[in-house]
């Protein structure tokens, strides 16, 4: 009970804020027929939208469906580095400069108040849903003992991993680092060598801090699948990090195309990227199972 209230209070939280965000979207449309306003462009107009549409999957479903919801709280937590850094220049800069508006202090400090409660409530709620997920087994008799057995999720979900994570990276990345451009105009000198310099370390954090902490990444959302070792259990720290790193080995994305769709950061590492349940729902399952074993039996 006390989790679902806990999931109650993040999906109202998400609620409130995204339909407040297209809320004054909309009104900025209606009046100057633009959807540019206040840095929000048409994606995160739809963006703001998928998440409304997420949690309200979520809810009716009885916080089972969050497919949705947890690749939009993935998206949230890698924001994270850049909205900090936004902040911490923004602050800089109207402090050596002459602003001195009340309604600009207001505002800087709403959004740095919304944008911590997204975060916070994000961490949360993928934390807890991570630890809802585990390996859907498929049970087999052997000698006369009931044995478990999980399969790789197959080269098409690996490529639909892949491709999530790869739009939804370039759309965090390039629409924070396009506020910095207009935040520090004039400053910073955004070059092709720079943007490498910032993209190389967020990826190595994207990874680590995703598979790590959460063992998901916003692909490993879309699809359904989280990451095991060779007995079934979340992977250890050292086996996020040797999947991490072995991600920047040349052609490395296409090596899930192999035979068992296993790519070397599986392989290097020891663990599989396997179809995921909920724990209630493969509670449900064994009980089910069960029950037709029995049948056999008499």
């Known amino acids: 009970m006390e989790k679902k209230r806990i999931y109650w209070i993040i999906s109202c939280i998400y609620l409130a804020i995204y339909g407040i965000a297209v809320f004054f979207v909309l009104k900025t449309f209606l009046s100057s027929s633009r959807f540019y306003s206040g840095g929000v462009t048409f994606i995160q107009f739809l963006v703001f939208i998928t998440a409304i549409i997420g949690t309200v999957i979520f809810i009716s479903s009885k916080f089972k469906r969050s497919n949705l919801i947890r690749i939009i709280m993935c998206?949230?937590?890698?924001?994270?580095?850049?909205?900090?850094?936004?902040?911490?220049?923004?602050?800089?800069k109207r402090n050596s400069s002459d602003y001195g508006t009340s309604s600009i202090e207001w505002t800087f400090y709403l959004s740095l108040f919304i944008s911590v409660i997204i975060l916070?409530?994000?961490?949360?709620?993928?934390?807890?849903?991570?630890?809802?997920?585990?390996?859907?087994?498929s049970y087999y008799d052997d000698a006369g003992e009931r044995t478990g057995q999980f399969f790789p999720a197959n080269a098409g979900l690996r490529f639909a991993n892949y491709l999530v994570d790869a739009v939804l990276i370039f759309y965090v990345f390039f629409t924070t680092l396009s506020s910095f451009l207009i935040l520090l105009r004039n400053t910073?000198?955004?070059?092709?060598?720079?943007?490498?310099?910032?993209?190389?370390?967020?990826?190595?954090?994207?990874?680590?801090?995703?598979?790590?902490?959460?063992?998901?990444?916003?692909?490993?959302?879309?699809?359904?699948?989280?990451?095991?070792?060779?007995?079934?259990?979340?992977?250890?720290?050292?086996?996020?990090?040797?999947?991490?790193?072995?991600?920047?080995i040349p052609f490395e994305a296409f090596s899930f195309f192999a035979a068992g769709a296993r790519g070397w950061h599986?392989?290097?590492?020891?663990?599989?990227?396997?179809?995921?349940?909920?724990?209630?729902?493969?509670?449900?399952?064994?009980?089910?199972?069960?029950?037709?074993?029995?049948?056999?039996e008499s």
Do not use: H
């Open 75 to 92: 998206m949230n937590i890698m924001s994270a580095p850049f909205n900090i850094a936004w902040f911490i220049f923004s602050l800089i």
């Open 120 to 137: 916070a409530s994000s961490c949360i709620g993928l934390r807890m849903l991570s630890l809802d997920k585990i390996a859907r087994l």
């Open 188 to 248: 910073v000198d955004f070059s092709k060598e720079l943007i490498i310099l910032i993209e190389v370390p967020y990826l190595l954090l994207y990874y680590i801090v995703m598979e790590a902490v959460f063992n998901t990444t916003a692909g490993k959302c879309a699809t359904g699948t989280t990451i095991v070792n060779e007995n079934g259990q979340r992977p250890n720290f050292g086996q996020v990090m040797i999947r991490t790193f072995s991600r920047f």
């Open 266 to 296: 599986d392989t290097f590492s020891k663990t599989y990227v396997v179809e995921s349940i909920n724990k209630e729902d493969a509670e449900l399952e064994d009980i089910i199972l069960d029950a037709e074993l029995n049948i056999f």
